[in-house]
């Protein structure tokens, strides 16, 4: 069995701010050679997630409106600056894991890998990939 390690960083904007990593779980696939088995996404974050959904403007706003309507910024916590980050990516999960057909990371025909920022400022991130397989 072969293993392939990549780890991918890159950069938040806003305070949600969602990053569509599709195009590069499809990249560390290829460059894996792994032509049958799985791709795992983990984001080593407290505060920053995953989630495997449509990713298009109108229900972006919606995850965002979502987030900030079940854990609001200001609730009143007791951790200082962040708590609602905190709180809101303990919903969600930090790592997805796909399988690898053919060569190929299947997908549902609207799905997406997003990475969801969910801390108060935009931040350095670093999603570990890790695919499995023959």
Known sequence: ??????????????????????????????????????????????????????????????????????VPKHGGYKHPSNAHAHLRSMMLPPDRTLPIIDGEAVFGTWQSIVFVETDVYPRQRTIIMQAIGE
């Open 1 to 70: 069995m072969k293993v392939f390690n990549e780890k991918v960083v890159f950069s938040t904007k806003d305070p949600i701010d969602l990053v569509d990593l599709t195009g590069k779980v499809h990249e560390v696939v290829r460059k894996s050679g792994i032509k049958n088995g799985l791709i795992h996404v983990f984001a080593p974050h407290a505060t920053g997630v995953l989630i495997l959904t449509e990713h298009e403007p109108s229900l972006d706003r919606d995850v965002k409106d979502f987030l900030e309507k079940i």
